[in-house]
């Protein structure tokens, strides 16, 4: 593999975050928690399944002109927990950050209990506890302990 | 007492719960002795699914303190009926009332509600959720009739669906008692209740036949079990028929076994049981009216 083929891949942003050590095949993932869908015009470079010594297979985001705050960061614990997040400004890492479990994540999971009023056309946003083995909703007490991104919310 | 919403019986700490029953007990004791306490205070009715019999509780007990009550009615001639959203419903009637009592067929709705009102608000009910007035008048039955010391209680029927025994049984957390949950295996505790009383440093005793436990038992709960949650009606009266009591069913018990059960009963109770001196459940509904009186005034300032 030649460095222009790296080069083709991910390429090098000028401004923003670059998301390393996501779990292979998480990264749309990812985006959908972040809701970054494209429509901002902002460029975002996905590599999905790239070789990696500590995760075997990693995927890597890159959002040009977007620099992710803590929180945002943090709610990426719940679909992977071992990504570092990279600061970049004028190509340059500025700072790096680890993902921390948050206490609580809002409006970023949908609660699968169709009858809570979460899920109603209501003025509120949905809000779950994170414990130690799945997340809770803070209206209805529904527990979600698997798969995670399934319950993403669409924007 | 400081709460400004009653929302969950789990908000509730020991503390605030003998705090409720004291005064429930001191009302109980001399009612009259309240009759003018609230005497210029409105209490807002929300039911958007029908409760008879809650709302005629809560509405006796605000007219029993002096105050009185406004009622939206029922939903179908309401605004709701025209697609109004629920923080709407309630921004609008806060402005013309106290407190705002509120029965929603969804969970969590008590929870949004009050995030949107500055006067005080009374969950009577959220879909398959909470009722904490319902937690604290049974709480107050147990602690008239066995007292909460060295506390063993039985809780049989549908212990799945039931919001009652999930509200009773983490409550009764909180004064360590000893509780055996007795049902059929398909309607056990779900997972999230389990959870949490382990979490409150219970032990979960479950069980499917009441004959094991029955002659250790200060009081026994009987919820019923609905035909709905059974695929034909034949498994139901076969598996229902397991979890009825009648007075000869309580002659295994100790003499001063207290039976409760939220009403309305069907067939889960015989009627022999009435006129034994276990039954306790129609003195379990009469508490609702001194326990909501207890919990109105706290909420409205009477404490001070
Ligand atoms: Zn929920």
Known sequence: MSDNDQQLRVSKIRNGTVIDHIAGGQALNVLAILGIDGTSGDSVSVAMNMPSDRLGHKDVVKVEGRELSQDEVDVLSLIAPAATINIIRDYEVVEKRRVERPSVVVGVLECPNRNCITTEDEPVDSRFAVGDDGVRCEYCDTIIRDDLPAHILAE | ?304
């Open chain 2, 1 to 304: 007492m400081r709460h400004d919403h009653i929302i969950s019986a789990k908000q509730l700490s020991r503390g605030d719960i003998e705090t409720v029953l004291d005064h429930a007990a001191d009302i109980a004791a001399d009612p009259g002795a309240f009759a003018d306490r609230h005497t210029d205070t409105l209490l807002g009715m929300l039911f958007f699914e029908p409760s008879t019999r809650t709302k005629m509780s809560f509405t006796t007990a605000m007219k029993r303190l002096g105050g009185d009550i406004v009622d939206m009615g029922s939903v179908e001639s309401s605004s709701v009926k025209k697609g109004e959203s629920l923080a709407d419903t309630v921004r609008v009637v806060e402005g013309y009332t106290d407190a705002l009592v509120l029965r929603h067929p969804m969970e969590g709705s008590a929870k949004m509600a009050s995030e949107f009102v500055d006067v005080p608000l009374v969950n009577a009910g959220d879909g398959a959720g909470q009722h904490p007035t319902q937690t604290l008048l049974d709480l107050y039955t147990i602690r008239e009739n066995a007292g909460f010391d060295d506390l063993t209680i039985g809780i049989m029927g549908d212990l799945k669906y039931g919001r009652t025994v999930h509200s009773l049984a983490h409550a009764l957390t909180t004064v360590d008692a000893r509780q055996h949950f007795v049902s059929p295996e398909s309607l056990q505790l779900p997972r999230s209740v389990r959870y949490d009383l382990h979490e409150a440093g219970a032990e979960v005793r479950e069980h499917t036949d009441l004959d094991e436990i029955l002659p250790e038992l200060d009081v026994l709960y009987v919820t019923r079990i609905q035909a709905e949650r059974f695929p034909d009606e034949s498994e139901y009266r076969e598996v229902a028929g397991q979890y009825q009591i009648d007075a000869g069913t309580l002659e295994a018990a100790k003499d001063d076994l207290t039976v409760m059960h939220p009403l309305p009963r069907v067939d889960e109770i015989a009627h022999d049981v009435d006129e034994t001196t276990h039954a306790q459940y129609f003195q379990q509904a009469h508490n609702g009216v001194p326990v909501r009186m207890a919990l109105l005034d706290l909420i409205l300032g009477g404490d001070q």
